[in-house]
């Protein structure tokens, strides 16, 4: 894998518009090289975009056979990642002393310690490390570019932060899963347990708590290797629009990204083309406004590339649609290296 390119902003801005032109057009620049871009936005619109059905599968986008693009379903990718060591754990807590014993508190085990249980954030965190992990050799295609088209700013710092700190996640929520067992038996546990002690299978819950150290020593060291991979391929590029909420979000995504993923640029999209300002009364104050909080975003991020697009006409969907767009963000004479490298 070469290059991670993240779009992240405010919700609304364009993000999911500029990730697929984005991907469209490093797929026409690099035809020897194999695209991937992904939605981790609740409200997936890449199908809508692209005016083919994804969904949480791989999904060819275009003849030439390098863009690709999926929506994943993080419930089903949870609980693939996630199968054995919660089956793991279930089984462990069953051989708890006095659980066995009580029919309900193992149905309670079977019903809640699964994988939809596990928090939104964590489950898409899942997903994002087994896309990017060159080391999972179940995956079916190994990209050279992915382009991420990230939820709003708060919930694209928890992809970036639960790589880093999965294992602690995990733990905490089995601890706490584990401790409301066993306050459910305690007061049964002091009445009986002189009598199911000699019975209990000490050897198998080592056994088993052996395997489970394991497996979740091997999360700490995907995340770590996740982390690292994001810190030196990735590269952020912050969406706006020319207006004070946009402006102010973005300034917090740099502050708060800035110990996971380098930015590298910034995308100001959806401005009024100066030709028509002065079409209507409405058009020159959306254009004044635009032009001063243009300046003010360019001297905030003197030191990255600013790329400016204007509201196009027509929607950009499908193929063609998403073309234009990247012609106008990026103009018809762009190299790849530098959109891959701004």
């Known amino acids: ?16 518009s500029i990730s697929a032109a984005t991907a469209v057009r490093l797929s026409d620049l690099l035809p020897d090289k194999k695209v991937l871009v992904i939605s981790f936005d609740m409200a997936h619109n890449l199908s809508d975009l692209f005016l083919t059905e994804i969904g949480n599968k791989l999904t060819q986008l275009t003849e030439a056979g390098n863009l690709w693009g999926i929506e994943p379903d993080p419930n089903i990718y949870a609980e693939e990642y996630t199968r054995t060591l919660i089956e793991k754990m279930k089984n462990l807590m069953k051989r708890m002393p006095l659980v066995g014993m009580i029919p309900q508190i193992e149905e309670f085990i079977d019903t809640t310690f699964t994988a939809d249980s ?7 965190a899942m997903f994002f490390q087994k896309i990017l992990d060159a080391e999972d050799v179940s995956q079916e295609i190994l990209f050279d570019i992915i382009v991420v088209d990230m939820p709003p700013t708060g919930n694209m710092l928890a992809l970036f932060e639960i790589p880093e700190d999965q294992i602690k ?18 007061n049964v546990g002091k009445m009986f347990r002189k009598f199911i002690t000699p019975f209990a299978d000490d050897k198998k819950r080592r056994e088993l708590g052996v395997e489970i150290l394991n497996m979740v020593q091997d999360l700490e060291k ?23 909420p946009s402006f102010e979000e973005i300034k917090r995504a740099r502050e708060l990204t800035k110990k996971y993923i380098s930015i590298d640029g910034v995308h100001v999209n959806m401005l009024i083309p100066a ?52 012609k106008e963000v990026y103009k018809e004479s762009s190299l790849a290296k530098d959109i891959v490298y701004p």
């Open 1 to 16: 894998m070469e290059r991670i390119i993240v779009l992240g902003g405010k919700g609304g801005v364009g993000k999911s």
């Open 118 to 124: 596990i928090p939104l954030a964590l489950k898409n």
């Open 169 to 186: 996640v995990v733990l905490k929520y089995s601890l706490n899963f584990y401790n409301s067992i066993r306050g459910a038996i305690k």
């Open 222 to 244: 995907r995340g770590e290797r996740i982390t690292q991979l994001i810190h030196d391929i990735g590269s952020l590029r912050l969406v706006t629009i020319a207006e004070k």
């Open 275 to 326: 030709h028509v300002a002065n079409n209507c009364d409405f058009c020159k104050t959306m254009y004044t406004t635009q032009q001063k909080y243009l300046e003010e975003i360019s001297q905030e991020f003197d030191t990255l590339k600013i790329w400016e697009s204007v509201k196009l006409v027509k929607e950009p969907i499908g193929i063609e649609g998403l073309r234009e767009l990247a």
